[in-house]
């Protein structure tokens, strides 16, 4: 069954300190990647996204991610973080059709 | 950018009652839209998608008939909950897909309480 892992259920880390969410997939065939971010009390909003092509994509607010296919990996990373990071990050993927499979999601805390 | 919206963000209901869910795409057309279910601290379970036109296509374990969905246009879907029950209680989330880009936009989420 294709399913999505995320390593961290929470993260908690100060301004200006770097951010690495772990997210893994599991799924034979080719597949589109994803995350996306839910500010509190915000609807979900589309970080960035890998169809195909250069592996490191880079997204909105400074936000990146790598696409391993050997590891079935797709981490985000962003060099600095600002307490505006707060919010849930969810890692997603998509295979044959149009149907997303989410990963449990993500909370980071970051402090001022 | 494309905007999705839902209505209501909020809904209370008594056991036994039934409760529509609107999701609409306010700028763009959505031959196909999803329904999502959150559960507190956890993430987003596919329920069912809806496309336009023709009989919604549910996950495993989700009951049709006790949520219904009708897409009848190509902007708006809806979710009925028959004869809630406080475990339904949860956050409903919709998502509509932009057909030239195939990027799905969500809506801001209803969360429901059975009562």
């Known amino acids: 069954a294709q399913s999505v892992s995320q390593h961290n259920h929470h993260v908690i880390l100060s301004e200006a300190a770097s951010l690495e969410l772990g997210c893994n997939y599991s799924?034979?065939?080719?597949?589109?990647l994803f995350w996306y971010v839910q500010y509190p009390g915000q609807h979900l909003q589309l970080l960035l996204k890998?169809?195909?092509?250069?592996?490191l994509v880079k997204g909105i607010k400074g936000f990146e991610a790598e696409f391993i296919k050997s590891k079935f990996s797709f981490n985000l990373r962003k060099p600095s973080v600002q307490w505006s990071d707060t919010a849930e990050y969810f890692c997603?993927?998509?295979?044959?059709?149009?149907?997303?499979?989410f990963g449990g999601g993500t909370r980071v805390l970051v402090k001022p | 950018g494309a905007v999705v919206s839902q209505h209501p963000s909020r809904v209370i209901c008594k056991s036994g009652t039934s409760v529509k869910i609107e999701c609409r795409s306010l700028?763009?057309?959505?031959?196909?839209m999803f329904w999502y279910r959150q559960f507190p601290k956890q993430s987003l379970m596919l329920m069912a998608t809806?496309?336009?036109?023709?009989?919604?296509?549910?996950e495993q374990g989700v009951e049709k008939d006790k949520f219904l969905i009708n897409h009848a246009s190509l902007t708006l879907s809806t979710l009925t909950v028959t004869s809630a029950h406080p475990e339904d209680s949860s956050f409903y989330i919709c998502?509509?897909?932009?057909?030239?880009?195939?990027?799905?936009?969500f809506g801001p989420g209803t969360r429901l309480t059975v009562t």
């Open positions: 998502s509509a897909t932009l057909t030239a880009t195939l990027e799905q936009y």
């Open positions: 799924y034979g065939g080719t597949v589109n």
């Open positions: 700028d763009f057309q959505a031959t196909t």
């Open positions: 809806s496309n336009e036109g023709s009989k919604a296509t549910y």
């Open positions: 890998y169809f195909s092509g250069d592996p």
């Open positions: 997603a993927f998509k295979a044959a059709g149009n149907k997303l499979t």
